[in-house]
């Protein structure tokens, strides 16, 4: 097995593999790097004898990497003797179980002891399974912020003694918003991946879905779980039908929308309503957004009016620059061009949103359907060299190249 297929296994059980670390060690930061450990004497032994069962071999090599961690620790001889001696526990890499730990993970790294910053990081490293790297892309921040913001964490949580354990109802609610955060990061990177060879990175994506479940299953009276969830389903739904059978991505006007996931659109109806039971909040309203997407029968017959206004509401209730920016997407498509390049042009003027492709890519399309081919074509180069992701990238140029 190469690097890609140890990362592969890597993406789909690393959770799993950290939170049962956990549960058996006591310690959350022994037991992500012991995860690390055993993952990266898999990228050395798996090429020459690959196991045959890979979770499994990550378990137990993760598991004697704690043990010997704990053994190095003289202050802590008593409790190696215990560990050393304890039986392996037949359920400890049993998805069933798992997935409660996975979720008691996600609390323990958003818990109310460390920032906003170091609480998305952390969770994104150990429960999503995203590199460093990823998570600077995704918060268009410099790698060694974000690895200082996960050892921090790490350390912020032993020193505080968090317990491994799922918190009671009133101390979920408090740190919800951070996990709600961090599921949406982590579908947000697959389902547009920030770099690489792929547009869509499903097996992020769907963890990041099936995590939703679990949540919503676990608190169904909260509406923005529901919200979040809902968007997902709805999001995913095109997955089917935004790329070729080569990986090309299709654009929006151009998919064949008989290949969207009708079961995704219907569970995610399902799940914005319950969001809607005491109006919509954030994760609420992007739903409705693209359930807007999913109901039209086309891009022409889109009712683009209505998601203007559901945009001026995400506004007003969590303001960002790539809310405005996809504000004037939805202006363009409703009232046209120029009244959309007048908003895409205050967020240059203001420096909104730096070193980001997004804002080239949307003003070099507004100015293409405005006739101003030269000036559209350097705005799309422009954007392809911020680019990271190949594919979004080649459309980009091939964009530019077609108004030479």
């Not at 137990?60 to 409790?79: E, G």
């Amino acid at each position: 097995m190469d690097a890609a297929g140890v990362e592969a296994v890597w993406r789909i059980e690393s959770a799993r593999i950290v939170a049962a670390l956990t549960r058996f060690t006591g310690d959350f930061g022994l037991a992500e790097d012991a995860a690390q450990e055993a993952v990266a004497e898999a990228l050395v032994s798996w090429p020459l004898s690959a196991p045959a069962s890979p979770a499994g071999w990550l378990m137990a090599t993760a598991r004697r990497r704690a043990i010997d961690a704990i053994r190095r620790r003289t202050a802590l001889k008593d409790r190696y003797a215990l560990l050393a001696t304890a039986p392996v526990v037949d359920d400890e890499i049993d998805p069933d179980r798992i997935d409660d730990d996975v979720l008691a993970l996600m609390f323990i790294s958003c818990h109310p002891v460390l920032s906003r910053e170091a609480q998305v990081a952390l969770t994104l490293r150990v429960v999503g399974g995203l590199s460093s790297e990823e998570i600077a892309r995704a918060f268009l921040v410099p790698v060694p912020t974000v690895q200082a913001r996960i050892t921090r964490g790490k350390k912020t949580i032993a020193a505080a003694g968090v317990p491994f354990e799922l918190p009671a109802a009133d101390e979920r609610r408090e740190r919800l918003s951070g996990v709600l955060s961090v599921l949406y990061v982590i579908f947000t990177e697959g389902s547009t991946a920030t770099s690489g060879e792929r547009l869509v990175r499903p097996d992020v994506a769907y963890e990041a879905i099936r995590l939703a479940r679990t949540l919503a299953a676990l608190q169904p009276d909260e509406p923005e779980v529901h919200g979040l969830l809902a968007l997902f389903e709805l999001t995913a739904a095109r997955f089917p039908a935004r790329t070729g059978p080569d990986g090309t991505p299709i654009l929006l006007e151009n998919q064949d929308r008989r290949r969207w996931d009708l079961s995704a659109i219907h569970r995610g109806l399902a799940a914005l309503v319950k969001a809607s039971a005491r109006g919509l909040g954030p994760y609420g309203l992007q739903a409705a957004i693209a359930a807007a997407h999913a109901s039209a029968p086309s891009v022409e017959e889109t009712d683009w009016d209505r998601i203007v206004v559901l945009y001026e509401a995400l506004g007003r209730v969590a303001p960002s620059p790539v809310v405005e920016l996809n504000r004037a997407v939805a202006v363009a498509m409703a009232s046209g061009p120029a009244q959309a390049l007048a908003i895409v042009d205050e967020l240059v003027a203001l420096d909104r949103l730096p070193n980001s492709h997004l804002v080239p890519t949307v003003r070099g399309e507004l100015l293409t359907r405005l006739g101003r081919h030269a000036e559209a074509r350097a705005e799309l180069e422009i954007a392809a060299r911020l680019c990271t992701n190949q594919p979004e990238r080649a459309i980009l140029l091939r964009k530019a190249a077609a108004l030479s």
